[in-house]
């Protein structure tokens, strides 16, 4: 484990849901339009919508994959040309620290950090299968944020920032469990990066028929944060021939090197349809999403700012400056990133406890090469702290 000269702040911390997160409190005439568990096979199955939801291969988390087991994966290594079920190896019992809050602050007390923001695991691949029934994806996430609360809370000992989930597909909704969750200590929300469904088909996320949200999260000085999960994109990915599940290399390279990108097309979408310049106060964070798009998107909203300058009211480059803040993946070019935007938009992001992630949150500093101490500092603690005060 890396040993920083101060304790750090994890923007990218993730708890596995309990079985009951997405049933607790949904309302028994709702529950067979929102999440079930049956059994299929002899293996315990999560029904979202009444259909076998495949986001994630094993949904009960126990037994789990270990921290960080596929990182030399995600660094591009993989001499002995294994398959992924191969990769990740023996899977292992669930954690304390997965589901119990107290757990997870001993945890952290281990790993020398401070403070982190927790998002979910299952939750951020669940809205693209309700959203066809809207009274049901209300249902499901409202009741997902009252299990958040009362298992983690939102800002638990100063210590613990779990973010409620936030759906756009009803705005009055939105608003109405921004409130609430707010009055609970929220200091971040999450949401997807993908189109509001809409009953007349889809609609951008800065479409001023979403001010009502974004004006009272501006207005509360917190940060929403964009997490990876589904976002719609597999249609698009299959119709390039890929399945839903990790059958074989040729789907697994030909899904990482299409070019559809949801984090890139959200913020593309918050700049161009003006909801920086609406809603100065906004803060957003991009997480486990990489950063690799973000030159090429500054580079087209420059192109754009050039061609049709009247369309902005301000410079939509020093707009994603000011108003964005990037976690990255450790295997990026972050001094490429720190250039870009600066090291004061730069957020330290483990992905711990996933597979994916860092088996020791810390070690990210290791991939820091050429960064001065005060910029480290930033990236690795002083950032993700701002985040969670309000303007």
């Known amino acids: 484990m890396a040993q920083l000269p101060f304790l750090a702040f994890d923007a990218d911390h993730h708890y596995y849901e309990a079985e009951d997160a997405f049933i607790r409190h949904v309302p028994k005439n709702l529950r067979k339009r929102c999440m079930q568990w049956a059994e299929i096979d ?9 259909r076998v939801n495949r986001f994630i291969p094993n949904p009960t988390f126990d037994p789990v994959a270990k921290p960080g087991i596929l990182d030399q994966f995600f660094r591009g290594k993989n001499p002995g040309a294994k398959d992924i079920r191969t990769l990740f190896g023996d899977l292992e019992p669930i954690r304390p620290a997965y589901r ?16 982190c923001f927790l998002f979910p695991t299952l939750g951020v691949g669940m809205e693209q299968s309700l959203k066809h029934d809207p009274e049901a994806l209300l249902a499901a996430f409202r009741g997902f944020n009252r299990w958040m609360d009362e298992d983690w809370g939102f ?25 609430w969750a707010l009055a609970r200590g929220a200091r971040v929300f999450v949401m997807r990066s993908a189109p509001v469904a809409d009953p007349h ?21 917190v940060t929403v944060a964009f997490h990876s999960g589904d976002a719609g994109y597999l249609e698009y990915a299959k119709a390039w021939g890929c399945s839903e599940e990790f059958e074989s290399f040729r789907y697994e390279t030909l899904r990482m090197c299409l070019s ?33 798009w973000v030159p ?8 754009a700012y050039g061609q049709m300058p009247r369309a902005f009211q301000s410079d939509p480059v020093e707009q994603f400056r000011s108003h964005v803040w990037v976690s990255p993946y450790y295997e990026d070019d972050l001094e490429r990133l720190r250039d870009t935007i600066g090291a004061d938009h730069v957020l330290f992001g483990s992905d711990f406890p996933h597979a994916e992630g860092l088996a020791e949150p810390t070690d990210f500093v290791y991939d820091l090469k050429g960064w001065s101490g005060d910029d480290v500092r930033l990236a690795m603690r002083e950032n993700g702290l701002r985040l969670t005060r309000p303007i």
């Open 42 to 50: 002899g293996k315990k199955r999560l029904l979202v919508g009444g």
């Open 100 to 115: 119990d809050r107290d757990a997870k602050l001993a945890l952290l007390d281990q790993q020398r950090i401070e403070g």
């Open 155 to 179: 800002a638990y000992r100063g210590r613990l920032f779990a973010a409620p989930y936030i759906t756009l597909v009803d705005v009055d909704s939105a608003v109405a469990e921004v409130e």
């Open 201 to 221: 088909g889809s609609r951008s996320l800065g479409d001023r028929k979403y001010d009502p949200f974004w004006a009272r999260v501006a207005e509360a000085g």
């Open 260 to 292: 559809a990108n949801p984090i890139r097309d959200a913020m593309a979408a918050l700049v161009c349809d003006g909801v920086f310049e609406r809603h100065p106060r906004v803060r957003v964070a991009t997480i486990e999403s990489g950063s690799e």
């Open 296 to 303: 090429g998107l500054l580079k087209v909203l420059k192109k």
